[in-house]
């Protein structure tokens, strides 16, 4: 089962950030922070992950409490092309996969 | 240079059959995941090889199987198809078999079961 608590929709105007919170209460020490998005009928794409700090790419934001029990996910300026569902995953290293909840749907609005 | 490759990306069966889906994974992958996605159930893990060895294994019946071969390239199986069995199957190929690690994603076989 998955280990994150995510709102099952959300919406956003273009140009605005969409901050899309996960929650985790059950992290472990050793375990990561993934988001990732799928745009409708395509393959999900990897978006960032971390463990302990913040985390920054040319994709996005990820906050992390210094409690590690919950996280942010921030588009700095979605675009309509941000439109998707996007999963927050707590896994640790080592052989485990990847366990998919239900994730957000966002929804950016014009 | 090249992403995940599935083929086919769609197709028809009927009860019954059997159906063989292909993934080629990014070159010097050397792990190969799938899921499967249905509306009901969502993203859910199937198996995961690494180096030809099937490293773990999800919540399916046996009639779901896999490989890999010495190239990284995988296949899955599932025989004896219910209507059940249909769905969007994803294949993913990383460096390192389990996290951290980012996940390649192919587009994607769709399977219609009828």
């Known amino acids: 089962d998955a280990k994150t608590t995510q709102p099952p929709s959300m919406d956003c105007a273009e140009g605005r950030a969409a901050n899309l919170p996960c929650n985790h209460s059950t992290i472990s020490g050793n375990e990561y922070v993934y988001w990732y998005r799928q745009i409708h009928s395509q393959g999900p794409q990897y978006i960032i992950h971390?463990?302990?700090n913040n985390e920054t790419n040319e994709m996005a934001s990820l906050i992390i409490t210094e409690d590690r029990k919950s996280s942010t996910l921030i588009l700095p300026h979605a675009t309509l092309r941000d439109t998707a569902v996007y999963y927050c995953?707590?896994?640790?290293?080592?052989?485990?996969?990847?366990?998919f909840g239900k994730g957000t749907r966002l929804s950016v609005i014009a | 240079k090249a992403g995940v490759t599935q083929t086919p990306r769609y197709l028809i069966k009927t009860r019954g059959q059997q159906v063989t889906l292909s993934c080629s994974p990014i070159s010097g992958h050397r792990s190969v995941s799938w899921y499967q996605q249905t509306p009901g159930q969502g993203l859910q893990f199937l198996f995961e090889y690494f180096s030809e060895t099937q490293r773990n294994k999800g919540n399916f019946p046996g009639r779901f199987s896999g490989r890999q071969f010495s190239n990284s390239r995988s296949e899955m199986n599932v025989s004896t198809l219910e209507l059940g069995d249909s769905a969007l199957y994803l294949c993913?190929?990383?460096?390192?078999?389990?996290?951290?690690?980012?996940?390649?994603f192919g587009e994607g076989s769709r399977l219609t079961v009828l």
């Open positions: 993913a190929s990383s460096t390192l078999a389990g996290g951290p690690g980012e996940l390649f």
């Open positions: 995953i707590v896994s640790g290293t080592g052989n485990t996969p990847l366990v």
């Open positions: 971390g463990l302990k």
